[in-house]
């Protein structure tokens, strides 16, 4: 059964993966594959997230939740994976409710930030489930640089939580100011 939750944790990375490469190609370049990748963007969305709740549901039935708690790599894991969640639901219901206003002016930016974001957060996750399954990744190097150490630490890093506060505090100005255009 181990197999089955990293086999289906492929999906939900690859549409992720897409996701992003769909947002830049929508958000910076012009002409007919802009407006394909913004015109497909919502299903790939809807289909990550169906992907990632099916992973996360076969995880949490493999393997037992004191388990899972009782090592910093799992709890890690398990975080990175449900922040992952959280921020691409927000890009689903963000590109699904503005439709093709979801790209025009500063809405673009909230995209690509969130979906910049949402990478990082998925690739720590899926390297954190390759480092628990015995399969390690230069990508773990990157994340010990940014003063995160996969084996034991289980916590933010205080300059993680500060760019977390000024990247929450510049979007929630840009919506304002965007509101204050539109009205």
């Given amino acids: 059964m181990t197999g089955t ?34 015109a497909a963007l919502l299903p790939v969305l809807v289909l ?9 549901i076969i995880g949490f039935l493999i393997w037992p939740m004191a388990a899972n708690l009782a090592s910093p790599l799992a709890r890690n894991h398990i975080l990175m994976a449900l922040w992952s969640l959280g921020i691409f639901t927000m890009l689903t219901v963000l590109v699904w409710r503005a439709g093709e206003a979801a790209f025009d002016g500063a809405r673009r930016w909230v995209l690509v930030v969130l979906a910049l974001t949402g990478a990082l957060m998925f690739a720590s996750a899926g390297t954190l489930g390759g480092h628990l399954v ?14 995160w150490e996969v084996y034991t630490t289980f916590y933010s890093p205080l300059w993680v939580i500060a760019v977390m506060v000024i990247i929450g505090i510049a979007l929630g100005a840009l919506g304002i100011m965007s509101q204050r255009r539109a009205g």
């Fill in 48 to 56: 990550s997230l169906l992907g990632a709740l099916a992973t996360l």
């Fill in 134 to 147: 015995g399969a390690t990744t230069a990508f773990s190097t990157v994340l010990g640089l940014m003063g």
């Fill in 5 to 38: 939750h990293a086999m289906l944790s492929h999906f939900p990375l690859g549409f992720w993966a897409l996701a992003t490469l769909m947002i830049l190609v929508g958000a910076f370049l012009p002409g007919r594959m802009a407006e394909l990748s913004r």
